[in-house]
C-alpha cells in the first residue's frame, strides 16, 4: 500500500496545527517567554494498525488554552436568553 500521500498530508496537518497554535499564543499576548512557544511541537507515528499525529508542549499549556490566568483576578459576564 502506497503511504507517501499520507504521511506527507499529515505532516503538513502537524505543521499547521503547531504554527496556528504558537500563532494564538503570540496573537493574544499569552507567551510571557519561549518556553512555550518553543515546546509546541508534533509527531507523526506510523504502526501496523495506521497513522497518528501526537501533539505535544508544556503541562501548562493547557491551563493557557484553557484561559486560567494564574494569579490574575478576570470577570466575564455571562448573557442568558429569556423567552417571552
Known sequence: METDNIERY???F???VVKQS?????KEKKNVNKDL????KYKLKITNKG???D?????YGTFVDKGVSGK???KSLKLMMVER
Do not use: A, E, P, Q
Not at 504558537?22 to 503570540?26: G, H, V, Y
Open 55 to 59: 501533539f505535544y508542549m508544556l503541562d
Open 22 to 26: 504558537r500563532t494564538n499564543l503570540t
Open 37 to 40: 512557544y518553543n515546546s509546541i
Open 72 to 74: 490574575k483576578i478576570s
Open 14 to 16: 502537524g505543521k499547521y
Open 51 to 53: 497513522f497518528s499525529v
Open 10 to 12: 499529515l505532516n503538513s
